[in-house]
DNA sequence: GTCAGTGCAAACTTTTTGCAACTAC
DNA sequence: GTAGTTGCAAAAAGTTTGCACTGAC
């Protein structure tokens, strides 16, 4: 019977947050939650007020969003990433955890599930360190920018030949 | 004899990168090789200038320092990293990549050497990805942190059994 | 009724940009 | 001499803070 499926939505965590922690349930607080879990893969804080307002007309100020963003971290309903300038939030609840491929080139991140390294991660213990999640980035290069730097390389090898000869010319 | 050591420091290889790449040997670029490599674990760019300006007595500009540091991660002398609001640096010549350990109680960085996780990311392949670094951030509390939050939650457990119990009272 | 939480705007921090001056090549 | 680099200062981007007001408890 009443199997507690409904205990083990992000709703539900949050609540339950907020009440260890003697906090108060905002219509707010449930607002962003319902916005973030409407977003599939990353998204800015920028970003996430914008699609309140525009998708769910609920508008909050900036720093509401920021405040909720490192509760909900905290509670570990989110993940907070910060390939570049500027931080980078993912819903986190039940979501495997994934490596990211960052770009060097183009700065494009990408998702990559090495299953290898999440079950060594999902062991992992550490001396004197209670272990509650970790994120893996991978840098390098996409097949496209990797062919545009090879292209690039072979240009200035060119030009410095050319330099080269030309003054032993001389 | 003349075995190549040198060619193996930090210096030549940005010598050679920059010729590879067609750019100049200009003082401030090795000025800030020599800084960053006189600096045991991490370190930001404003740390690095007032760094520079007093122990080198070498006076360089935040934007240069900004795209010198920039050029090194390409150069692979340097890795880049984004615990929190700001970037934080740290050499990377010959180091053995270690993971970061980050609490996100007091936000103290620690560094863990998991040699499974090493040995398993130098093999590392991914498809249509050219791998050449990763970072590997663990969090987590670390003892202290950990240990106050436990005595927090306590707290809070308590206030709200007399919130009840004065209820049920009534 | 109280105080945690919100909105707003201003402040602050970190990074980037535009431009004149400089210098490595 | 030319063009890549630097320094400087101003601007931009992202985040935090102070304060008055609101509303969850």
Redesign the interface.
């Known amino acids: 019977m009443e199997k507690s499926d409904s205990k083990d939505q992000p709703k539900q965590v949050l609540a339950e947050y907020l009440?260890?922690?003697?906090l108060r349930k905002t219509p707010e607080r449930f607002a962003i939650l319902n916005a973030i879990y409407s977003i599939e893969g990353h998204f800015t804080p920028e970003v996430l007020v914008e699609k309140m307002s525009d998708e769910f007309n609920f508008r909050v100020c900036r720093a509401t969003v920021y405040n909720n963003l490192e509760l909900l971290?905290?509670a570990k309903l989110v993940h907070k990433h910060?390939?570049t300038e500027g931080a980078q939030y993912e819903k986190s609840f039940k979501e495997v955890s994934h490596c990211h491929?960052l770009?060097?080139g183009c700065g494009k991140v990408?998702e990559?599930d090495?299953h290898?390294?999440q079950r060594?991660?999902e062991t992992?213990r550490?001396k004197?360190?209670?272990?509650?999640?970790?994120?893996?980035?991978?840098?390098?290069?996409?097949?496209k920018c990797?062919t545009a730097l090879k292209r690039k390389?072979k240009k200035?090898?060119n030009?410095?030949d050319i330099q080269k000869n030309g003054r032993k010319k001389d």
Not at 19 to 22: M, P
């Open positions: 009440r260890l922690h003697g971290v905290d910060r390939f491929l770009c060097t990408m990559c090495n290898n390294v060594q991660m992992m550490v004197r360190f209670t272990v509650s999640s970790y994120s893996l980035y991978v840098y390098g290069l996409c097949t990797s390389q200035i090898l030009k410095i």
